[in-house]
T-cell receptor, first 110, second 115 residues
Framework: LAKTTQPISMDSYEGQEVNITCSHNNIATNDYITWYQQFPSQGPRFIIQGYKTKVTNEVASLFIPADRKSSTLSLPRVSLSDTAVYYCLVGDIGYSTLTFGKGTMLLVSP | EAGVVQSPRYKIIEKKQPVAFWCNPISGHNTLYWYRQNLGQGPELLIRYENEEAVDDSQLPKDRFSAERLKGVDSTLKIQPAELGDSAVYLC?????????????FGQGTRLTVV
């Protein structure tokens, strides 16, 4: 299983763009990159997933360079409600145990 | 459509007592996961089911933990006897299948406190 490394915490202000980078140096050819968000007292929630280049949905963008050894979750114009823990996961397309690390605690201030 | 439903939401028990958690996954989801999450940590997989078969239970402490998924739908996770260190949030999740590009949906979890 590819190991992931993320910053423990990040701070931002409302309206700013936030970029959270995850390192996964030993990612395998069949691995997908997935990000989950978790609010206090709730289970994690899927945000976005990608394999290479860029993926965008209504919530976030995911940037994956050509070597796929890292990925960046981009949250545009964050609000207070984006305060949460963000997890980067790497999983084989054919099999995945959804292995979570410690995640990145994002604190958005007014 | 209802999401993953877990019960109870909270449970307080004395050490050495048994406890059980119940999970109803999203209809049609073949893969079911049980996770344990300690305060300040990410969820840790306990067991993963594909239909009624446990395909990954390597992290399940089998001396005191057991799980079942009868008929490949609902699942229960049991601890007997509970220890102080079992205090945590127990999360259930389900997905259509267990492939790496399939979204998993989580329940709200059961917060267990062992006193």
């Amino acid at each position: 299983l590819a190991k992931t490394t993320q910053p423990i915490s990040m701070d931002s202000y409302e309206g700013q763009e936030v970029n959270i980078t995850c390192s996964h140096n030993n990612i395998a050819t069949n691995d997908y990159i997935t990000w989950y968000q978790q609010f206090p007292s709730q289970g994690p929630r899927f945000i976005i997933q990608g394999y290479k280049t860029k993926v965008t949905n209504e919530v976030a963008s995911l940037f994956i360079p050509a070597d796929r050894k890292s990925s960046t979750l981009s949250l545009p114009r964050v609000s207070l409600s984006d305060t949460a823990v963000y997890y980067c996961l790497v999983g084989d397309i054919g099999y995945s145990t959804l292995t979570f690390g410690k995640g990145t605690m994002l604190l958005v201030s007014p | 459509e209802a999401g993953v439903v877990q019960s109870p939401r909270y449970k307080i028990i004395e050490k050495k007592q048994p406890v059980a958690f119940w999970c109803n996954p999203i209809s049609g989801h073949n893969t079911l996961y049980w996770y344990r999450q300690n305060l300040g940590q990410g969820p840790e997989l306990l067991i993963r089911y594909e239909n009624e078969e446990a395909v990954d239970d390597s992290q399940l402490p089998k001396d005191r933990f057991s799980a079942e998924r009868l008929k490949g739908v609902d699942s229960t996770l049991k601890i007997q006897p509970a220890e102080l260190g079992d205090s945590a949030v127990y999360l259930c999740a389900s997905s259509l299948d267990g492939t790496g590009n399939t979204e998993a949906f989580f329940g709200q979890g059961t917060r267990l406190t062992v006193v």
